[in-house]
């Protein structure tokens, strides 16, 4: 079974300073997804970044951008200029495909300090 | 265009009792998928629809069930409640299962209170 670790249960970061937040995983697969999730006290999961297994280069989204290692089964989240608006739990998840859905680490509370 | 609507927002049962909860997905999608979001526990997969079937189901004892309708809304069904059932349950859809080239959307939540 596919494991997803996330080491922080909490980050703190200065407004407009950068941030990583870390995640490991472990698969027997090749050909897999991995995603960041944002849920912010409104509960909603809102996804912030996608990953596809097969793509060695790492995915950007704005000011969210990874770092991924498929050979370190690493998955971090880089978030540049951090806002308050960022403030939420972060989930680093897995997909091989469907049938059991995302697997999902356990989360890292991310603390915007003004 | 109408995101994933989950209801109802809260939902207080009694031990014993049995609670339904109702998703609707986003229009044009198939896949539906319900996790539990337990306190100190993360997001646990509990069931997956498509197509009107279910395809697959998590760890959880068959208490948990459900069904999804010919217009792929979908229904959990939490029979026989017990005080750890409290959770956060949410609902996922997506065109086709998840993972693949398509993302899952998720709806805002069901908080279920077992007291």
């Known amino acids: 079974a596919q494991t997803v670790t996330q080491s922080q249960p909490e980050m703190s970061v200065q407004e407009a300073e950068t941030v990583t937040l870390s995640c490991t995983y472990d698969t027997s697969e090749s050909d897999y997804y991995l995603f960041w999730y944002k849920q912010p006290p409104s509960r909603q999961m809102i996804l912030v970044i996608r990953q596809e297994a097969y793509k060695q280069q790492n995915a950007t989204e704005n000011r969210f951008s990874v770092n991924f290692q498929k050979a370190a089964k690493s998955f971090s989240l880089k978030i540049s200029d951090s806002q308050l608006g960022d403030a939420a739990m972060y989930f680093c998840?897995?997909?091989?495909?469907?049938?059991?859905?995302?697997?999902f680490g356990k989360g890292t509370h991310l603390i915007i300090q003004p | 265009e109408a995101g994933v609507t989950q209801s109802p927002t809260h939902l207080i049962k009694t031990r014993g009792q049995q609670a339904t909860l109702r998703c609707s997905p986003i229009s044009g999608h198939t896949s539906v998928y319900w996790y539990q979001q337990a306190l100190g526990l993360g997001l646990q997969f509990l069931l997956w629809y498509d197509e009107g079937e279910e395809r697959n189901r998590g760890n959880f004892p068959p208490r948990f069930s459900g069904r999804q309708f010919p217009n792929y809304s979908s229904e959990l069904n939490v029979n026989a409640l017990e005080l750890e059932d409290s959770a956060l349950y949410l609902c996922?859809?997506?065109?086709?299962?998840?993972?693949?080239?398509?993302?899952?959307?998720f709806g805002q939540g069901t908080r279920l209170t077992v007291v």
């Open positions: 998840a897995y997909s091989g495909g469907g049938a059991d859905g995302l697997t």
């Open positions: 996922a859809s997506s065109f086709r299962a998840t993972g693949r080239d398509t993302e899952a959307f």
